[in-house]
């Protein structure tokens, strides 16, 4: 019954963020948001402190991912057609986001150490890449992919 309340606190918090992002993208964060509480095993009162800064870590990364399709996306699929000089900008703007995102993720590891353990934190990151995983399936499996 506690691992129920926990899952629904969990559910709550890290919806509440995402509400206006649409029902599919919605409802994938909703699932992961439940997956992770429960690989992680987070305490309710670790809960109230992870969420907020794993949502702020997670909309960081996807605005880095959207200047990589503003700015990158196109152009490297017209790569043929560059200068020289229009290929260096385009690999030292691929650099730049690349060292934004590392520079990203470990804050968000030095943040969120503070708030679970060094345990969790592991199990964190391999809770993120089993989700991932398990989307991936599954959208094969509906695709009728495999």
């Known amino acids: 019954m506690n691992k129920r309340i926990l899952i629904l606190f969990a559910l709550l918090m890290g919806t509440a963020y995402l509400h206006a992002q649409g029902p599919a993208r919605d409802r994938i964060k909703t699932l992961k948001v439940a997956f992770i509480t429960e690989r992680v095993g987070l305490t309710s009162q670790e809960a109230q ?3 907020p800064i794993y949502n702020a870590h997670e909309e960081t990364l ?3 991912r959207r200047k ?3 700015e990158l996306r196109s152009r ?3 790569a ?3 200068t020289d000089s229009e290929s260096s900008a385009l690999l030292d703007t691929l650099m ?4 934004e995102k590392h520079t990203t ?3 968000f590891i030095s943040k969120i150490r503070t708030v679970i ?7 964190l990151l391999r809770a993120e890449e089993d989700f991932k995983k398990r989307l991936l399936q599954q959208y094969r499996k509906h695709n009728g992919g495999d």
């Open 62 to 64: 996807e605005n880095i």
């Open 49 to 51: 402190q992870f969420w």
């Open 105 to 107: 993720e470990q804050d």
């Open 76 to 78: 490297i699929s017209l």
């Open 96 to 99: 730049a986001l690349q060292k």
């Open 68 to 70: 990589e399709r503003r």
């Open 117 to 123: 353990s060094a345990k969790k934190t592991l199990l």
């Open 80 to 82: 043929q057609d560059l």
